[in-house]
């Protein structure tokens, strides 16, 4: 760990995520409402910091100073810090490293973190160059190198070399999907992907179909975090930080070296371990960015969940699905709950909260998950961001 | 202060501040080389953190995800932590206070930050617009209520129930624009304005006139921080983070109260005071956030350099210049040096850090300098962020 405090998450709650008639404000109430409306000893005044996570307000929501907005639609006024943070794809994860940074240091001691995108505009053409702009838009945004090709290449790459095929990136698709099928929160709730329907689905960028490929959604999270003595003052039940890794090594296309390899996940997973003092055979489930269905596979294998080139057989063989080594996105994914920018990576860390606090439903609990991981991308892949939750201190 | 590591500024410098032909990139590299350029035993290497503050990058310079764009533009590769944060008119700082945290924590040890705003796009229109989004557009900014509008009404106020006047209003600007007349680095640099000269401008919202007002500036800045125990590696004179204080209370303008006082300017003021034990006749110079005239004229009230209501005649006797009380904007403030959001910040704290150093040019060295401040507001106003800093740690 760091040398400051220890750091507890909570509370956590969302939004419905999906193509949504609500507005960013009615986003950030909705899931305001479910992370701060019943916890217990809770008071609005108690919280001295906000973090927002937010990718891309000023285009798809035509609103900038997004955070003090955020503390007056949430009825917080903030004494110690308050901030947004961009980091893309990885915005809100980035949120709750500012968060628990603050903590950490003795800045906060009560810390809101709040993840939102507004994705779905009245028109998509607004969006669609919003996403443009992600990868570096002189050098890679003009040649059409945005997320679908770039991954698309990573795909075919990975195929070549270690002969992963379409039909197991429809695995991951169709495990996540199940996994969505009964999260009432998720973009696809009660809908049903088999595997061969998947792989009928229309091509995107070749070999990706629409199915390997996750979606424009509107979405919030949040989660509160607190300093080490007050956490049982809020829940019976804290779930802690343990260790976080980081790597950002390229942002041009030209500086990705390998596609069919990702050394800065590598990097800032054995950094996310080393700090947490574990390995990845202790981590009971883990929610991981799967913005394409290859991500996920190649994920595993950065990780250390599988040996390289071994993520095709890992979902094949069940070993990222309930009863298999690690249970991989059991929420549904970015995959099977859409993709919101800047509310994925705290959505993603509600799901740890409430499978370590063990009140995850039925249908997708990991039974006596101890340890969990999360994982976001950005941009190209360029930049990872994780962190490590134990119900441990 | 807080409870974690002492954090220490090893590192500062700028890019010129202007109407530039230069785009994004090329002022991060021109802020880059001047903070990193020249720094005793730097390698970029050495660099585990970046921060980047940049209030719109999306809208002005077409361009998402730059944190790891700035990082490739500068050869760093961070391995601990990269984030842009976004405030505003108060990125930068807001940048600064990450990085400050971090340290702090323990979960960085050399961290750089980085300020920039490319603003003046080809067309104008796009940067209009993009101002009109800081304010609630919803609420605020479909009426008209843009920041020169608030900002004078903030003045037609303090002049009703003060006294203050258009002329105190000019002394202000006559004062950071004489700071900026020798600054190289200044948008007014080698320019002069009388106040007679001040007082005949145009108009922009009564009773602000065109000298009264902040323009759309291209810029960026840089510093370097390090934890205490590798302080000494990079300068014989480190400048130490001895406090900070934000406040944020309200966002929509129905919320703001008295419009000539500001309190959650006075109570992050007080905040931050208390953090680094020190009063306000402790400061020997002040960087605050002079977007308008008014603002500086509030600002010393506020923070507690004058009596409520007296910053008018402050400015009139001199107490704000060299010889006064405390040195309000030695470089030239935001009316004189210009405002490219993400980099005033930032910019303002690299003057206090040559300051203190006793680095500074003549024109405007604030001899024997030993604790410095420094204030951004953002938005209308709702939400304010200090930080003090000493050379003795």
Redesign the interface.
């Known amino acids: 760990m ?4 220890r750091v507890a998450v909570v509370a956590g709650g969302l939004s419905n995520f999906g193509v949504r008639s609500a507005t960013w ?1 009615e986003l950030v109430q909705e899931a305001g409402h479910s992370t701060f409306g019943a916890v217990r000893n809770f008071s609005a005044k108690d919280v001295d910091s ?1 973090f927002v996570g937010a ?2 307000p ?2 798809l929501a ?8 955020a ?2 639609l949430l009825g ?13 794809c990885a915005s809100g994860q ?1 949120a709750i ?2 968060a ?3 903590i ?4 906060s001691d009560v810390a809101a973190v709040l993840g939102v995108e507004k994705m779905n505009l009245p028109s998509m053409a607004e969006a669609n160059t ?1 996403m443009a ?6 050098w890679d945004g003009v040649h059409g190198a945005t997320a679908p090709p770039f991954f698309a290449m990573c795909a075919q790459r990975h195929m070549l070399e270690y002969g992963t095929t379409a039909e197991q990136m429809a695995m991951v698709s169709e495990k996540n999907h199940r996994f969505a099928n009964s999260n009432p929160s998720a973009q696809f709730y009660s809908k049903t992907f088999s595997r061969e329907k998947l792989l009928k689905l229309p091509m995107v960028a070749p070999p990706l179909r629409l199915g390997d490929c996750s979606s424009m959604t509107d979405g919030a999270a949040g989660l509160l975090l607190v300093s080490e003595e007050l956490a049982r003052k809020y829940t019976d039940t804290p779930v802690w930080i343990r260790g ?1 890794g ?7 296309l030209s ?1 990705a070296g390998s596609l069919s390899s990702w050394p800065g996940l590598r ?1 800032a997973a054995q ?1 996310a371990f080393r700090s947490a003092r574990m390995e990845p055979k202790d981590i009971d489930l883990a929610e991981v960015h799967d913005c394409f269905t290859i991500s996920e596979i190649l994920e595993y294998e950065e990780i250390g969940f599988c040996p390289k080139g071994k993520g095709g057989q890992f979902v094949a063989d069940g070993r990222s699905d309930l009863g298999g080594d690690v249970v991989v996105n059991p929420r549904g994914g970015l995959l099977g709950c859409g993709h919101p920018l800047g509310a994925t990576g705290v959505a993603q860390a509600v799901e740890v909260f409430q499978q370590l606090q063990a009140t995850a439903p039925a249908a997708r609990a990991v039974k006596g998950a101890e340890r969990a991981l999360v994982h976001n991308l ?2 190209s892949a ?2 990872h961001s994780l962190m490590i939750y134990a119900r441990e201190n």
Chains 1, 2 share one sequence.
């Open positions: 760091s040398g400051g405090r404000s906000l990718a891309q000023e285009r035509f609103q900038s100073h997004v955070a003090p907005m503390a007056e917080f006024e903030p004494t110690k810090i308050i901030q947004r943070t961009e980091l893309a980035s490293r500012s628990y940074a603050a950490s240091a003795g800045l919003s702009d992600v990868l570096d838009r002189s976080t980081q790597h950002s090594h390229f942002h041009n500086g990097a950094e950005s941009g360029n930049v």
